[in-house]
C-alpha cells in the first residue's frame, strides 16, 4: 500500500496530516497522487472531513519527485501556499509558522526540527575513558522537517524533474530565499516500520502530540 495509507491508530497517516491542518482552519487540500493514487482517492472521498474542507486528489504520476509534484499542482495553486509530506506529524503551530514566513519575507520557508537520535551515545572523556551514556539525545543539527510555506514565485524553482530538497532548495538557499523556522515541539516522521509502531503507541496511549 502506499505510504500515506499505513494507519496510525486505525487511521491513515494522510488522516493525521491532514487533521493538524484542518484543526488550524486550512479548508482546501490538494493532494499529489502517485503510486496507487486510486485508493488515495478513495480514501479521501469516503471520508467525513470537517464541515468546509475540500479535498483534490490530483495524479501526478509515479515516478515524479517530490518538487515536480508541486509544480505539477502550480496551475490550481493561487497565492501563498503550504506543503508537506504525507508521513511526518507534529505539534506544529501553523499560525506561528506563517508569521515567521511574512515577517521574513522570503519565496519560502521550511520547518527545521533537531529529531532524537535512534541509538544512545558515549560520552568521552579526553583521556579516552568512558565517562556515561545519553539514552537517545536529541541531535545538536537541524533537519528539513516539512511543513513549508511557499510564495508563488518559488515555483520557477521548480520543473517536472525536481527533488525539491536537492536543487530547487539549494537554489533557494543560494538566492537569499530560503527561510528555516525552528520548531522546537514534537516531530516524527515514519519512515520505517519501527516509526509506526511508535507512533501507534502514543495514539494508543492518549498522549499523541499532533
Known amino acids: 500500500m502506499p505510504k500515506a495509507l499505513v494507519e496510525i491508530g486505525a487511521r491513515p497517516i494522510l488522516w493525521h496530516v491532514i487533521s493538524i491542518y484542518a484543526a488550524q482552519g486550512f479548508k482546501r487540500f490538494l493532494l499529489a497522487t502517485g503510486y496507487m493514487g486510486e485508493a488515495i482517492a478513495e480514501f479521501a472521498a469516503a471520508e467525513s472531513w470537517p464541515e468546509g474542507v475540500e479535498l483534490e486528489c490530483v495524479d501526478t504520476g509515479i515516478d515524479t519527485p517530490t518538487g515536480g509534484r508541486i509544480a505539477a499542482l502550480g496551475d490550481r495553486l493561487d497565492g501563498r501556499f503550504c506543503a508537506t509530506y504525507a508521513d511526518g506529524v507534529a505539534d506544529v503551530d501553523l499560525d506561528r509558522l506563517l508569521a515567521f514566513h511574512a515577517e521574513r519575507g522570503r519565496l519560502a520557508t521550511m520547518t527545521v526540527v533537531r ?96
Open 115 to 210: 529529531p532524537h537520535l535512534q541509538w544512545g551515545v558515549a560520552e568521552l572523556g579526553t583521556d579516552g575513558s568512558v565517562e556515561g551514556f545519553v539514552e537517545k539525545p536529541r541531535s545538536e543539527h537541524w533537519i528539513n522537517g516539512g511543513f513549508f510555506v511557499f510564495e508563488p514565485a518559488a515555483l520557477g524553482y521548480l520543473d517536472a524533474d525536481s527533488v525539491l530538497e536537492r536543487e530547487p532548495l539549494t537554489r533557494l538557499a543560494a538566492d537569499g530565499q530560503l527561510s528555516a523556522h525552528r520548531h522546537e515541539g514534537f516531530w516524527d516522521c515514519m519512515d520505517t516500520y519501527k516509526d509506526a509502531v511508535v507512533l501507534n503507541d502514543l495514539w494508543e496511549s492518549g498522549e499523541a502530540p499532533w
